[in-house]
């Protein structure tokens, strides 16, 4: 059977593709990009309707239930780059950035003798350790649904996250720089360690959701890592954790710029978080009704 497929953005016919029952979204996509060279699958997203959900790889024209003559909108996604790429990029600039700020650079600071504070190594210790997890679970941890994702993501998140990394570690390792009493530090820093722990043992716990390979999605449960009992009171406690690290990395430093670091995170996660939960509820007739997005009780 023959099914049209339309760009979403002005209906004009793309290609025209012969396809059997058991074609599926992913088939169709070669054969559009057969057709089409500048159209690679990695940049085609298929909708039944023009303001449609994006149809997945694995759908079949059968399981569409479409016909001969039946349309398909496509859209073009724009150049991509790798998921893996991007959080290489995204996650070593601010390491590099604060790591470089901590040495004191002259065009900063000009010529200063102040000593560093020991709260100012704990920091730098602790934005490393943030940093090179991430870096490493992104190698060895993540199984991301998708390939790649749009190449202006690259420069948006970028600009986030080495600008607030400058900003941060300007104000941390600045040569007037007060630290709080050395008991703030420390449980400050237990608090800091504890939430990346917690984030480390809610992404191996969703990664062990997915068989290796697939795009598998399943209603996350806590495992026998008692880290991972947050699941029962919210969706994404990976986000949860991570704004605990902040919060805790704030009250460390004493320092108004982390604490805005922190805020501005918990917002785009709780923006997010929101987002998954809804998907949660829609996609499984089954997921636990208690459970809110972010913040347990509350958010
Ligand atoms: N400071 C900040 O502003 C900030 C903001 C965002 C993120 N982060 C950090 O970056 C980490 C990763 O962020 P993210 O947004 O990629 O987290 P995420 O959406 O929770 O995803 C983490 C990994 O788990 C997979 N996954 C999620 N739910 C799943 C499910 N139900 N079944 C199977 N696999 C599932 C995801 O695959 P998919 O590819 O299918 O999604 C992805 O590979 C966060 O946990 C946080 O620590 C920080």
């Not at 996604?77 to 604060?98: D, H, K, M, R």
């Not at 991430?134 to 199984?143: A, C, D, G, P, Y």
Request: aromatic letters at 14%.
């Amino acid at each position: 059977m023959e099914i049209e497929v339309l760009d979403s953005r002005n209906s004009k016919v793309v290609a025209k593709c012969n396809v059997k029952s058991t074609t599926t979204i992913k088939d169709l996509k070669t054969q559009v990009h057969s057709s089409n060279k500048k159209l690679h699958p990695h940049r085609q997203a298929f909708r039944l309707e023009v303001k449609g959900k994006m149809l997945k790889d694995s759908d079949t024209m059968e399981s569409l239930n479409l016909r001969s003559g039946s349309k398909l909108y496509i859209k073009d996604l724009g150049p991509q780059i790798g998921w893996s790429t991007v959080f290489l990029a995204e996650y070593a600039g601010p390491l590099l950035v604060y790591l470089w700020i901590y040495q004191r650079p002259w065009l900063f600071y000009g010529d200063s003798s102040a000593e560093i504070s020991q709260t100012a190594h704990i920091a730098a210790a602790c934005w490393t350790i943030h940093y090179a997890k991430r870096l490493l679970e992104t190698i060895f941890v993540h199984r991301f649904s998708h390939a790649t994702m749009p190449l202006r993501n690259l420069f948006k998140n970028c600009i986030y996250y080495w600008g607030f990394a400058a900003y941060v570690a300007y104000h941390v390792n600045h040569p007037q720089f007060t630290s709080p009493c050395m008991t703030q530090v420390y449980i400050a820093l237990g608090g800091f360690l504890i939430s990346e722990l917690g984030n480390l043992s809610i992404h191996i716990n969703l990664r062990n959701l997915r068989p290796p390979g697939t795009s598998i999605r399943k209603i996350p449960v806590a495992d026998a890592n008692p880290l991972t009992a947050l699941f029962n009171f919210v969706s994404c406690p990976n986000y949860t954790y991570e704004f605990l690290a902040w919060l805790s990395f704030s009250i460390l430093t004493q320092c108004l710029p982390a604490f805005v670091f922190a805020l501005a995170g918990v917002f785009q996660m709780a923006v997010w978080a929101l987002g998954k939960h809804r998907n949660y509820k829609k996609e499984f007739k089954d997921y636990p009704k208690c459970r809110k997005a972010i913040i347990p009780f509350i958010l």
